[in-house]
């Protein structure tokens, strides 16, 4: 399958604890973008990368969320100190750099923060 | 903030088309509509998108107003698999040549034997 591959698929943690999802993109996409998705509601965007550089950054990403996408391949998200109200689906998306076209999403990360 | 407003929920027959519409009233000029499906616990799919003219594709129709301040999907023969959440998108040009997309909450189609 060459879909965007997220992993893993379902992350339990304790409050306070640090957790690491990554994002395997489609091959040659050269944009990638988080999002996070709430129940019940729509995904939100969280940040985006071309190539390897972070262009975009929402002011949902507080100062524990840190993204990095080292060699403009596969894709890290982190989230410090997690809190409950961090407890959601995390999704990853991709597309190629040009031309007028759709983003493609991966199965997303479930957190659940007890 | 979401630019679309959809209604929550709609149900449709089994074989019949279903039409799903959007507003999106303050759409920009070089703005396109896209719209994606998601399934219960799954990544948002990909449907079909458009800037001003209707568009077809082998999952659904596009239509889309002449002041294009709406649209309506049309899935022409729903299946008990099309049973989803359907998002109306408006791509946003990001600052640095991205693309970002600005979900709403969606319509919740459900299908009806």
């Known amino acids: 399958d060459t879909g965007v591959s997220q992993d893993p698929r379902h992350k339990i943690t304790k409050r306070g604890q640090n957790v690491t999802f990554r994002c395997d993109p489609i091959?040659?996409?050269?944009?990638l973008y988080w999002y996070r998705q709430t129940l019940g509601q729509g995904p939100e965007f969280l940040t985006y990368?071309?190539?390897?550089?972070?262009?975009?950054k929402s002011r949902l990403l507080s100062d524990r969320f840190s993204a990095e996408r080292p060699k403009g391949s596969f894709s890290t998200l982190e989230i410090q100190r997690t809190e409950q109200g961090d407890s959601a689906m995390y999704l990853c998306?991709?597309?190629?750099?040009?031309?007028?076209?759709?983003?493609?999403f991966g199965q997303g990360t479930r957190l659940t923060v007890v | 903030d979401a630019k679309t407003t959809q209604p929550p929920s709609m149900d449709c027959a089994e074989g019949r088309a279903a039409n799903l519409p959007c507003n999106h009233s303050?759409?920009?000029?070089?703005?396109?509509v896209y719209w994606y499906r998601q399934i219960h616990s799954q990544g948002p799919q990909y449907i079909i998108h458009?800037?001003?003219n209707n568009e077809t594709n082998e999952m659904a129709s596009l239509i889309i107003t002449e002041d294009r301040k709406s649209s309506t999907l049309i899935l022409p023969h729903a299946t008990l698999r099309d049973t989803a959440v359907y998002y109306c998108?408006?791509?946003?040009?990001?600052?640095?040549?991205?693309?970002?997309?600005?979900f709403g909450t969606g319509t919740s189609l459900t299908v009806i034997p």
């Open positions: 998108i408006v791509r946003v040009a990001l600052s640095n040549t991205g693309n970002q997309f600005y």
């Open positions: 303050t759409i920009s000029g070089n703005e396109y």
């Open positions: 990368f071309q190539n390897e550089a972070q262009l975009e």
């Open positions: 458009g800037l001003k």
């Open positions: 091959s040659e996409h050269n944009r």
């Open positions: 998306a991709s597309s190629p750099a040009l031309g007028d076209t759709e983003a493609f």
